[in-house]
Each structure stands twice: as structure tokens, then as C-alpha cells.
């Protein structure tokens, strides 16, 4: 599923190709995803421009700018919304590369480069963001970005105090902090030296200092490894190459704790699976 890092490798992919490109063309093949396509997709872009694009969350934003049909060139229509959902991908096809089973939507601009949207699973979806971005309910209510410096220690044991809630989910909670998905929670969990299943209220403050930084690195590295793999937004093939990193503890239980060679363990928590060294996490 793609976390974070792929969505922001994502934007910082596909973006050279797409800002500041006119649209000539919108092909929707598949309007069935999680959110149906709007009925007026095509006619409100035909036409327009994408402007800077920006990331919250997990969600990509593309601002339309001077939309197809009636508005004036340059003006601040409103925004593309594009979630990825679990299976989704976005990258960069040219004229005549045909389509692949799964590629629902193209953006086709006037350089003839496409923005192909490929979702097997069709649990992502694009939609049209009228306004700004704090307007929308799936907007509004989010905490701050990891890696931004509203992000801290201090802001987890805060909204940690008496909490029971296991805190792995409190991590993974967008109320708390965005785009902490459950790759990266158990790994930065693992660099803290926590135990996924603590109690959120039990922690100190010294303790979620250490989380917030372990959860800065974790994401930070996966972004930058992910720059290498940018080239592969722009092929006619295959799919964006999601990095593989070397992991601690994610996908690996019964194996061995990197650190001390203890069994690493699986427990279920808010429905998800999480592993964790005994030994290195108390
Ligand atoms: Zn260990």
C-alpha cells in the first residue's frame, strides 16, 4: 500500500511533468473507483492548467487553474484531489503508449506527455477540491505533518495523557500525526526502543522525543531512497518501482532481531498486524 514516502516520491515524480502543462484531453475508462469520477471531469479540465503541486496526508493536490468551460484563464478554480487508495499509481506515459488493464484515467497534455492512473484494486480515487483545501472535510480535522515542525515529542505525550489506546494505533491515528502508516509506526517504534502495545498514557515525554525523532528518520529515509527510483515515473512499462528498504522489524516476524537476535514477535493491534523485538522494546 502506498505510504507516505510513495506519495510524496510520487509528487516530486510526476511533477516536472505535469506543472504548468495544459490538459487537451481527460480518457476515463473506469469511473467506478472508491469515489465515482465526477460526472463533469472532463469538462472542467479540458482546457486548463495543473498549478504547483503540493501533498497532505496521503493525498496528492493539483490546482486547476482557468478551468475548461466558462472561467476566466489563471483563475484559482479549485484543486484535483487524488488518493492512491491500497493499490494505486500514477506516472507518466507519452502519446501511444497504450493502456494497460488497470489504467482507469489519463490526463492527456499539450506536450503529449499523460498522467496514467493505474488502480487494480480501484480503493484510491481522484475528486474534484472546490475551495481551499481546509473546507474539506477530508482535510480538516488532520494533524500536522511528520516532518513539518509542528511534529514533536512534546505534542505526542500531550495528547497522549490518559490514553489506554496501545501506542501503536495512537501513533498511526491522523488525528495525532498524518501519514504514519503501519510499515513506518513499527519500525520508528523499534528505533525508539517502545513496545508497540504500551499503553499511549504510560510513556514519558523523554520517550515520545525519541519517537517523534525515530519517526522523522524512518520517514526521511524511505523519501530520499525513494528519489533514486524517480526515473521510473516516466516509462510506457511496468509500474513506479516501490522501494524496498531494509527493515527492522515490518514482514518479519519469527526471524531475528537485527540488534540482539531475539525471535522477533506478531500481535494484533487496532486490526493490524504488528511486530516487535521483545527484548529491544519495553
Ligand atoms: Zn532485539
Not at 10 to 23: D, F, L, N, Q, Y
Not at 202 to 225: F, G, H, N, P, T
Not at 265 to 272: H, I, M, P, W
Amino acid at each position: 500500500m502506498p505510504e507516505l514516502p510513495e506519495v510524496e516520491t510520487t509528487r516530486r515524480g510526476i511533477a516536472p511533468h505535469v506543472e504548468g502543462r495544459e490538459i487537451v484531453e481527460v480518457i476515463v475508462r473506469q469511473p467506478r473507483l472508491r469515489v465515482p469520477v465526477p460526472g463533469d471531469f472532463s469538462e472542467r479540465l479540458v482546457g486548463a492548467r495543473i498549478g504547483m503541486l503540493s501533498r497532505r496526508a496521503k493525498y496528492l493536490l493539483l490546482p486547476i487553474e482557468g478551468e475548461g468551460e466558462g472561467e476566466g484563464e489563471g483563475e484559482g478554480a479549485g484543486s484535483l484531489i487524488w488518493h492512491l487508495g491500497m493499490s494505486g499509481s500514477l506516472r507518466i506515459a507519452r502519446l501511444g503508449d497504450l493502456p494497460k488493464t488497470h489504467d482507469h484515467i489519463d490526463l492527456v497534455f499539450a506536450d503529449g506527455a499523460i498522467l496514467r492512473y493505474h488502480d487494480p484494486r480501484r480503493f484510491g480515487f481522484v475528486d474534484w477540491l472546490a475551495g481551499g483545501a481546509d473546507c474539506d472535510p477530508r482535510l480538516a480535522n488532520l494533524g500536522p505533518e511528520p516532518l513539518s515542525e509542528a511534529f514533536d515529542g512534546e505534542r505526542l505525550y500531550r495528547l497522549a495523557q490518559g490514553r489506554r489506546i496501545a501506542v501503536k494505533p495512537f501513533l498511526m491515528d491522523n488525528a495525532v500525526v498524518v501519514g504514519v502508516g503501519n510499515i513506518y509506526a513499527s519500525e520508528a517504534l523499534f528505533l525508539a526502543g517502545i513496545d508497540p502495545r504500551r499503553a499511549a498514557g504510560r510513556i514519558s515525554r523523554e520517550r515520545y522525543e525519541r519517537l517523534a525523532v525515530a519517526v522523522r528518520e524512518v520517514l526521511a529515509a524511505a523519501i530520499s531512497q525513494g528519489g533514486t527510483t524517480l526515473r521510473d515515473f516516466v516509462s510506457g512499462t511496468g509500474e513506479p518501482g516501490y522501494f524496498k528498504q531494509r527493515l527492522n522489524v515490518y514482514g518479519r516476524h519469527g526471524q531475528g532481531c537485527r540488534r540482539c537476535n531475539a525471535e522477533l514477535r506478531l500481535v494484533t493491534l487496532g486490526q493490524r498486524a504488528s511486530v516487535f523485538c521483545p527484548t529491544c522494546q519495553r
